[in-house]
C-alpha cells in the first residue's frame, strides 16, 4: 500500500529571509556626543527594547563600539573583530519570514536614526527617560540588598 502524501508547497511569504542593513554613526562630525550610550540605555535596556519590539537584531560595531580603549586596542587585527578597523557604525540584522522582513528593518532603522541625531541635553527628553530608568533601577537594587 503506497500512499503519496500530497502537500501544498510553502507560501513565499512562510521562506525566511536574512538582511542586514549598516547604518554610520556620525561620531566624527559629533565627538563630543555619546552615541553608544544613548543607543544602547541603562543596562542595554534601550537597545533591548528596540530589539524585542521589531524583531531584529541590533549591534553597535566600529572604532569606538569597546567601552575600554585599551580592550578595543588589544582585539584589533584579531579573528572576530575586524569591525574596530571600521567607523563606529550599527548593523542591524533581520531573519524573518520574507513578507515581513522589509518592514522590520525599516521600523528598527527609522528608530536607530531618530536616536542618533544629536540633541542638546537640555531638550533631550530621551535621555531624560533613559536617567530616570537608571535611577529606578539602582534604587531597586540598594533595596534588594542586605
Known sequence: ?????????????SY????????????DTFPN?????????????SLKRVEASTGCRVYIRGKGSIKDPDKEESLRGRPGYEHLNDPLHVLIEAELP??????????AQD????????VDESHD?????????L????SNLR???P
Open 1 to 13: 500500500m503506497n500512499m503519496e502524501w500530497q502537500t501544498t508547497p510553502p507560501s513565499p511569504s
Open 16 to 27: 525566511t529571509v536574512k538582511k542586514i542593513l549598516r547604518l554610520d554613526i556620525p561620531a
Open 33 to 45: 556626543f555619546n552615541f553608544v550610550g544613548r543607543l544602547l540605555g541603562p543596562r542595554g535596556n
Open 98 to 107: 520574507a513578507n515581513i522582513v522589509d518592514i522590520r528593518l525599516r521600523q
Open 111 to 118: 528608530i536607530i536614526e531618530e536616536l542618533l541625531k544629536p
Open 125 to 133: 527628553f530621551y535621555k531624560r527617560q533613559q536617567l530616570r530608568e
Open 135 to 138: 535611577a529606578m533601577l539602582n
Open 143 to 145: 533595596e534588594e540588598s
